[in-house]
């Protein structure tokens, strides 16, 4: 009667885990590559640097809990848009990352009605 074996035990036996290995950090390798590429190509290694190529109003709604994160990005984007010359909206909610989504578990009812509002007003000027 074979022996019965465990599935990580297989999975070992096979070399899954060593070649497993061997794909993810090729895999990294290959992203790291890639990521150091993108100003040779002109492109952007931050998608705040694509502002001045809009023209689009903007609205940003940040939660409370990524902006103690990193506080430094409403500066960032608010000094990319005003050298654009592009009106925009930036504004922290008094929420968890993921309030206005109906099925997530932070959900906040009112601050995301609160950003819809803020949506609503920034459709009927801008596509005024």
């Known amino acids: 009667m074979p022996k019965k074996r465990s599935f990580l035990g297989e ?6 885990v060593r070649q497993l290995g ?8 290959l992203a790291q590559g890639f990521a150091s590429l993108f100003p040779y190509f002109g492109l952007p290694d ?3 640097l694509l502002i001045p190529r809009t ?16 506080p430094q990005v409403k500066e ?8 654009a010359g ?3 909206e930036i504004e922290v909610y008094n929420a968890q990352h993921g309030w206005c989504s109906l099925d997530s578990a932070v959900y906040d ?6 950003a819809h509002g803020r949506l609503l ?4 000027t801008a596509l005024a």
Do not use: P
Request: charged share 25%; proline share 0%; hydrophobic share 55%.
């Open 11 to 16: 999975l070992l036996r096979r070399k899954v």
């Open 76 to 83: 960032v984007l608010a000094r990319a848009y005003r050298d």
């Open 22 to 29: 061997g794909y993810i950090a090729i895999l990294w390798l």
């Open 55 to 70: 023209t689009a109003r903007m609205l940003h709604t940040l939660a409370a809990n990524a902006d103690a994160q990193a």
């Open 46 to 48: 931050s998608a705040h």
């Open 121 to 124: 007003a920034l459709f009927e």
């Open 109 to 114: 009812g009112d601050e995301a009605e609160r």
């Open 86 to 88: 592009i009106k925009a």
